[in-house]
């Protein structure tokens, strides 16, 4: 990378999060009008710093929005200012949110979990479950990165077993149990932007998407039941074999496992203060969860006596770790203008007048039936699931739906888990190939079309219900 477009990118990207924060209590114009300027910067050293082939979608998304603005608004400069501010939640959150995963390093929190719930392990689809759910615990602190650790932590686990029947049992675990989270884990920035934009009550989308991710995760390993069939090995024998290995490396041998306790009142604390917060200031989520995790992490380590780890890992983020989410940034930023500028003309009306008539031809088919295809489609060429559930919503938020906006933020976020698990141009496919060395169709498409499927049918059959009833 070079040198100087990593600094500028970190420093115009951080100082954008700051004003954000800044202006959110102190409304000023000057810093307004200096935070939509930080964001032309951000978008410049973005530029700078990625390579060709990572900036095309964030071009496109830009000269659309111009297009259209120039197109459609009456004050193009006025309305390119606030354009430029439209992401400013997401790039707060994005910012402060990975700062969670330097809590999860210092200890071996999931290790000694395996090792505590090893009764229940200690069948296939059992530890298939548990490796579902773990994936989707780890998620509220890691989003992605939930992605390459538990394969890294499973693949070490399971080091002599790599052949394709297993790399399905893993990989279809670890990229299910990821994708089912983007249906109700409040860390994960595409769900809660979905919930913020359509107006939905948190509480009733995260129970609803809860539902659905357990009833995905019992769907899923029925399919890893047959599939096991189908393989014709015995994992079950396999996995006691490793399981009893590694109940020998736990450093808690007794019933009480001090770490595990950690790592639950760690879990509660953490998102309990976040409710508890929104509750008595009434601040936004958006806002709420990274003002939160900022405390918390700092509270952690002042209270474990490891603040030189805090310092280590604060001067790694902000000399070289914000830069690695620099497509991420920029796209959302790029995204934020073509969204503040479609939501300014009438295209979703337009849209929306499509689905209409596609479903005055074909009359069992409604909305909600056909939003997950767009976001299915959208990440089939290179959209990954935050910046198709901020385009997406982002165009629904401007419409009046006749249904519960909860109904209408589980249709697109189950696209959302659709996209994540089969397209082989998504970040979670794209890390899980470079890890296990298969290709992004097998781990994609092959692996998990049926349950795709499958999974679809059982969402739309309950909205689809709902609606008729």
């Known amino acids: 990378m070079n040198r100087f477009a990593v600094k500028g990118f970190i420093f115009t990207v951080s100082i954008y999060a700051l004003l954000h924060f800044i202006t959110y209590f102190y409304e000023n ?4 009008l200096l935070l939509s300027a930080v964001g032309v910067l ?9 390579p060709f082939k990572k900036i095309q979608l964030q071009l496109f998304l830009m000269l659309m929005a111009l297009l259209v603005l120039y ?3 009456n004050s193009f400069g006025a309305d390119l200012i606030q354009a430029l501010q439209q992401m400013r939640s997401l790039i707060g959150l994005l910012l402060i949110v990975p700062m969670i995963s330097w809590v999860l390093k210092e200890e071996p929190y999931i290790e000694e979990i395996m090792s505590f719930a090893h009764n229940f392990l200690n069948k296939s689809q059992k530890f298939y479950f548990g490796l579902m759910a773990m994936t989707q615990v780890i998620s509220h602190f890691l989003l992605f990165g939930s992605v390459p650790m538990m394969y890294r932590f499973i693949d070490t686990f399971l080091k002599e077993h790599k052949d394709e029947a297993w790399e399905n049992f893993k990989g279809t675990a670890i990229l299910r149990g990821f994708g089912l989270s983007t249906l109700w884990v409040i860390s994960i920035p595409s769900f809660i932007f979905a919930v913020e934009a359509l107006e939905a009550t948190l509480w009733k989308s995260m129970a609803l998407g809860f539902v659905f991710a357990l009833a995905g995760t019992f769907l899923s390993v029925i399919f890893s039941y047959y599939q096991e069939k189908k393989y014709g090995v015995d994992f079950s024998l396999v996995l006691k074999q490793e399981i009893d290995k590694a109940l020998k490396n736990s450093r808690n041998q007794g019933k009480w496992n001090k770490d595990v306790a950690e790592f639950v009142f760690l879990f509660v604390s953490l998102f309990g203060t976040i409710f508890l917060v929104h509750e008595l200031t009434g601040l936004e989520f958006l806002l709420t969860i990274p003002l939160v995790i900022l405390g918390w992490t700092l509270f952690y380590f002042l209270f474990k006596k490891k603040s030189s780890n805090l310092v280590v890992e604060t001067r790694y983020y902000f000399s070289a770790g914000i830069a690695k989410q620099a497509q991420q940034f920029s796209i959302l930023i790029a995204a934020g203008l073509l969204i503040y500028a479609l939501n300014q003309s009438n295209v979703g009306d337009y849209v929306i007048s499509g689905m209409n008539l596609l479903t005055d031809v074909v009359p069992v088919l409604n909305i909600l039936f056909l939003v997950p295809f767009i976001v ?14 901020v385009l997406v919503t982002g165009v629904l938020e401007a419409i009046p739906f006749p249904y519960p906006p909860e109904l209408v933020v589980l249709a697109v976020t189950s696209g959302s888990v659709i996209s994540i698990i089969l397209s ?7 890390i899980l190939s470079s890890i296990n060395g298969l ?4 781990n994609g498409l092959r ?13 739309q059959l309950f909205i689809q219900t709902l609606i008729h009833l």
């Not at 951000?42 to 990625?50: E, H, I, K, R, T």
């Not at 692996?447 to 969402?459: E, G, Q, R, T, W």
């Open 376 to 389: 299915i489609l959208l990440g089939f060429i290179g959209l990954g699931p935050l910046p198709v559930i």
């Open 71 to 73: 197109a459609t608004s």
């Open 439 to 442: 290709s992004g169709i097998q």
């Open 42 to 50: 951000v978008l410049l050293s973005a530029l700078l710093l990625l």
């Open 447 to 459: 692996f998990n079309l049926k349950f795709a499927i499958a999974f679809y049918i059982m969402v």
């Open 29 to 32: 114009a000057a810093l307004s």
């Open 424 to 430: 082989p141009f998504v970040m979670p496919v794209i």
